[in-house]
């Protein structure tokens, strides 16, 4: 698709895109940004890549017209800060990550912004708002926890009928600051202190930003959501190792793909 052609289809209010990611995630964050580039049918202001001091991401950032934005800078706390593990299992890092997503309206400069998640590739055209509406990709299964979590939080249960766990989000800094002002309200405390404390720490999945944002402006306008299925596939192979064939017959059935276990990186899913 030539520039010219995705360009004319690009509308409605210009948006932010933040992508948290470490040096594991190199092996698909190109692929990750070329595919916003040709499929988000928004215009893209600038693209902000979040992450521990590294040489690595930064020269990638410098190649691809990206903004490197110092992970510490972001929040008043470090991942070391955050103490979510068990002998079996760490989970400081990706509830560190979740927590920079929810910060990001003081990085991004427009009301609107993207978060993706780092391993995450766009392989069909997305549109995020419509006649005024938030569009939400949607799956239909998630974690219990979650909405624990979210109950504790904001003290009703969260009221959508889907889950909104899909790799990727529009955030409106407008409800995410009024979102915040909730918990802090509710909790007496700064909103990531009221997540930190909420959240049951014997559980390996304990706290989800995309459904507790989700939920949240669902809870205050249900007609204001528009739901989408993700309709996103998992692959163990990698984004370099699929030819284009491949890709448009995966495109025919799936809207974005997701490398959680890169062959060579062994991370969890989302960090």
Same mark, same amino acid.
């Given at each position: 698709?030539?520039?010219?052609?995705?360009?004319?289809?690009?509308?409605?209010?210009?948006?932010?895109? @933040?992508? !948290?990611?470490?040096?594991?995630?190199?092996?698909?964050? !190109?692929?990750?940004?070329?595919? @916003?580039?040709?499929?988000?049918?928004?215009?893209?202001?600038?693209?902000?890549?979040?992450?521990?001091?590294?040489?690595?991401?930064?020269?990638?950032?410098? %190649?691809?017209?990206?903004?490197?934005?110092?992970?510490?800078? /972001?929040?008043? *706390?470090?991942?070391?800060?955050?103490?979510?593990?068990?002998? %079996?299992?760490?989970?400081?890092?990706?509830? +560190?990550?979740?927590?920079?997503?929810?910060? &990001?309206?003081?990085?991004?400069?427009?009301?609107?912004?993207? /978060?993706?998640?780092?391993?995450?590739?766009?392989?069909?055209?997305?549109?995020?708002?419509?006649?005024?509406?938030?569009?939400?990709?949607?799956?239909?299964?998630?974690?219990?926890?979650?909405?624990?979590?979210?109950?504790?939080?904001?003290?009703?249960?969260? !009221?959508?009928?889907?889950?909104?766990?899909?790799?990727?989000?529009? *955030?409106?800094?407008?409800?995410?600051?009024?979102?915040?002002?909730?918990?802090?309200?509710?909790? &007496?405390?700064?909103?990531?202190?009221?997540?930190?404390?909420?959240?049951?720490?014997?559980?390996?999945? &304990?706290?989800?930003?995309?459904?507790?944002?989700?939920?949240?402006? +669902?809870?205050?306008?249900?007609?204001?959501?528009?739901?989408?299925?993700?309709?996103?596939?998992?692959?163990?192979?990698?984004?370099?190792?699929?030819?284009?064939?491949?890709?448009?017959?995966?495109?025919?059935?799936?809207?974005?793909?997701?490398?959680?276990?890169?062959?060579?990186?062994? /991370? !969890?899913?989302?960090?």
């Amino acid at each position: 698709m030539s520039a010219t052609i995705a360009e004319s289809k690009r509308s409605g209010p210009p948006i932010d895109v @933040l992508i !948290p990611a470490i040096d594991k995630d190199l092996a698909t964050l !190109p692929h990750v940004i070329d595919g @916003l580039r040709q499929y988000v049918r928004h215009p893209i202001s600038h693209i902000y890549i979040v992450s521990p001091a590294s040489s690595k991401i930064r020269s990638m950032c410098a %190649r691809k017209g990206c903004i490197f934005v110092d992970e510490r800078t /972001v929040l008043p *706390f470090t991942k070391q800060d955050i103490h979510y593990s068990s002998p %079996r299992w760490n989970r400081s890092g990706w509830l +560190y990550q979740q927590l920079l997503k929810l910060n &990001g309206d003081h990085v991004c400069r427009e009301r609107y912004f993207l /978060v993706i998640d780092a391993d995450t590739v766009l392989i069909r055209p997305h549109r995020f708002r419509t006649e005024g509406k938030q569009i939400f990709y949607c799956r239909n299964w998630s974690q219990p926890e979650y909405f624990r979590t979210y109950k504790r939080l904001l003290g009703a249960p969260a !009221p959508a009928p889907r889950s909104f766990v899909t790799h990727y989000m529009l *955030f409106d800094k407008n409800k995410l600051a009024e979102l915040k002002r909730t918990i802090e309200s509710k909790h &007496g405390l700064r909103w990531h202190a009221a997540i930190l404390r909420s959240i049951n720490k014997k559980r390996q999945f &304990g706290f989800s930003e995309f459904e507790t944002y989700a939920n949240y402006v +669902y809870s205050r306008n249900p007609g204001s959501v528009v739901m989408r299925s993700a309709a996103n596939k998992a692959l163990h192979s990698s984004m370099s190792s699929l030819g284009a064939g491949q890709l448009r017959k995966l495109a025919r059935t799936y809207r974005s793909l997701s490398f959680h276990q890169r062959k060579g990186y062994s /991370v !969890p899913a989302k960090r």
